[in-house]
Structures are given as structure tokens and as C-alpha cells.
């Protein structure tokens, strides 16, 4: 069975950091670019940051460049994202999928458990 879970989160305030990790199972790891996602009370779910299966590229929303950094660790089976300088607009639900948009994302139907990151003014 493909999976993806979660760990991280938090509550934190303004302009600390936190770093949320997916642990993925069931797949080869280093086949399948993944995407992390958020969704805001209210808003719809949006796309964040984007992570290729060679690991050699990588794409932010703008909201979140400069600050979010993808990485992964292929001998961990380990995708982590690195939310610095963090604004009380990026509390939200994240998560993780196989797939960077909601089109793939949907059609691959692999998506990590979700974790709350709420950031406090």
C-alpha cells in the first residue's frame, strides 16, 4: 500500500520556523515528484511548494518563496519542508501528496494524514 506520513507541525509564533516531514511506504520513492499543499479555514486547498522525483528541481508558490524550502532523503524515504520566517497567513492544514498540483494529485490519490501549523501575531 502507497503511503505518506506526516510528522511536524505546531503552534509557533511570527517569524519562528518549523519543519513538517512526509515519510513515504509502498513506493519507489525516487520515482514520484511531491507536492505539499495547504488549506486555510475557509479557502481552498493551494499547492506550496513542489519537489521533482530527481530532486533537482523544486517550485514555491510565491506567497511562501524565499522563505519554504522542499528537500528530501532518499536513504529515509523522507520529504521535508522547511517553513522559515513563518506569518500568521501561513496557518493552515498541510500536507503531502505524490503529485505538485491538484490534477496529478488527485488522479495518484496519495496524500499524507494532514498537520495543523497555526502561527500566532
Known amino acids: 500500500e502507497m503511503q505518506l506520513v506526516q510528522s511536524g507541525g505546531g503552534l509557533v509564533q511570527a517569524g519562528e520556523s518549523l519543519t513538517l516531514s512526509c515519510a513515504a511506504s509502498g513506493f519507489s520513492f525516487d520515482e514520484f515528484a511531491i507536492g505539499w499543499f495547504r488549506q486555510a479555514p475557509g479557502k481552498q486547498r493551494e499547492a506550496v511548494s513542489c519537489?521533482?522525483?530527481?530532486?533537482?528541481?523544486?517550485d514555491y508558490a510565491q506567497s511562501v518563496k524565499g522563505r519554504f524550502t522542499a528537500s528530501k532523503d532518499n536513504d529515509k524515504k523522507t520529504v521535508f519542508l522547511q517553513m522559515r520566517n513563518l506569518k500568521p497567513d501561513d496557518t493552515a492544514v498541510y500536507y503531502c501528496a505524490i503529485g505538485c498540483s491538484e490534477g496529478p494529485a488527485a488522479a495518484f490519490g496519495v496524500w499524507g494524514q494532514g498537520t495543523q501549523v497555526t502561527v500566532s501575531s
Open positions: 519537489l521533482s522525483y530527481s530532486n533537482d528541481y523544486t
